[in-house]
């Protein structure tokens, strides 16, 4: 079973910046695609940015540009900076993990941008 938790989010001001981090504990999978989704109140949860284990990055048009995928393969654990944040970034961020067939979530994060 893997687990993932969440950490870094938090209250910023538009323009600031936050560094999300997600770590997978417990057995050792092969993890071989691991990202970022987000979902805020009222809105269908949508994926933010995915990063492969041989260093692939995919973004959302809405945030390419300002937030930057990475990870540590050896240690399981993908970070997710984000810079130049907007009030419409304000969202629950989840991380995911893909081990073959199985998707894996952690319990989110709320990240809030003010004007």
């Known amino acids: 079973q893997v687990q993932l938790v969440e950490s870094g989010g938090g209250l910023v001001q538009a323009g600031g910046s936050l560094r999300l981090s997600c770590a997978a504990s417990?057995?050792?999978?092969?993890?071989?695609?691991m990202g970022w989704y987000r979902q805020a109140p009222g809105k269908q949860r949508e994926p933010v940015a995915g990063?492969?284990?041989?260093?692939?990055?995919n973004y959302a048009d809405s945030v390419k540009g300002r937030f930057t995928i990475s990870r540590d393969n050896a240690k399981n654990t993908v970070f997710l900076q984000m810079n130049s944040l907007k009030p419409e970034d304000t969202a629950v961020y989840y991380c995911?993990?893909?081990?073959?067939?199985?998707?894996?979530w952690g319990q989110g994060t709320q990240v809030t941008v003010s004007s």
């Open positions: 417990g057995r050792d999978f092969s993890l071989n695609t």
């Open positions: 995911k993990a893909q081990a073959g067939v199985l998707a894996y």
């Open positions: 990063v492969t284990s041989g260093g692939e990055t």
